[in-house]
């Protein structure tokens, strides 16, 4: 049975894709186009009653929230393509506590960045200076615990690639690149070197084949 994945031109559901790409899992995508509002009509909300991407099917399984989703899939799969869960339970843990801190501190001020200096005009509302400066201060403390933690381990819960690293990918892709914030990484050595290396990936390097809005 194929997975299907809607999205995927957005963020959120390159989240699913990049880890379908790593367990070897075959998908399929269906367009959902947020700018259109699609994501909000009564089908999708059948399957997303909250109107966001992504959402999966597998068979008759449907499941969303993407850090749900790549849980499910790194468990269902461990034995197949990369392990992204860590050989112990102690490494589970560190796995899980860097998927939370991504979830909780870094994600927050780096979405409010993403939406206030990329989405913001075509989503039809005023970008705000204040919240870019609050975030990209709030963000960078969090990337100074991240340099501290990236100078003794390669990866974040070790030194292995796993859930933790890879639920970075998409949203750090736009600080690295559109958003015209690439110093926050460059100027931390192993925050730079850390990205390089995830987002070489040859994973990640295929999920930007989908394509973006920006
Ligand atoms: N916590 C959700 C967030 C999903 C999310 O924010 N998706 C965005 C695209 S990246 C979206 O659907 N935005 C439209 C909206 O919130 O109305 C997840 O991780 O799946």
Redesign the pocket.
């Known amino acids: 049975m194929v997975v299907k994945v809607y999205g995927p031109f ?4 390159k ?1 699913v894709l990049v880890c379908l790409v790593e367990k070897e899992i075959e998908f399929e995508t269906s367009p959902i186009d ?1 700018f259109k509002g699609e ?1 909000k009509s009564p089908e999708f909300l059948k399957l997303q009653p909250f ?4 959402v999966i099917q597998d068979g008759d399984y449907t499941l ?4 749900a989703i790549i849980r499910y899939y790194a468990e269902k799969y461990k034995s197949q393509g990369t392990d992204l869960l860590g050989k112990t339970i102690e490494e589970r843990g560190l796995v899980e506590q860097w998927l939370e801190v991504e979830a909780s501190n870094y994600h927050p001020p780096l979405d409010n960045l993403v939406m206030h200096i990329l989405f913001a005009s075509a989503l039809g509302f005023p970008s705000d200076p204040k919240i870019i400066q609050e975030s990209e201060e709030k963000l960078g403390k969090v990337l100074d615990i991240y340099e501290e933690r990236l100078s003794k381990s390669k990866y974040l819960a070790g030194d292995f690639f796993s859930l933790a690293d890879l639920s970075h990918l998409p949203f750090t892709h736009y600080l690295a690149n559109s958003m015209g914030k690439e110093y926050m990484i460059r100027d931390r050595k192993h925050v730079s070197a850390w990205w390089d290396d995830i987002s070489s990936r040859p994973s990640w390097k295929k999920v930007l084949q989908f394509g973006a809005p920006f």
Request: net charge positive.
């Open positions: 957005y963020a959120s559901p989240r947020l994501h109107g966001q991407v992504p969303y929230e993407s850090r």
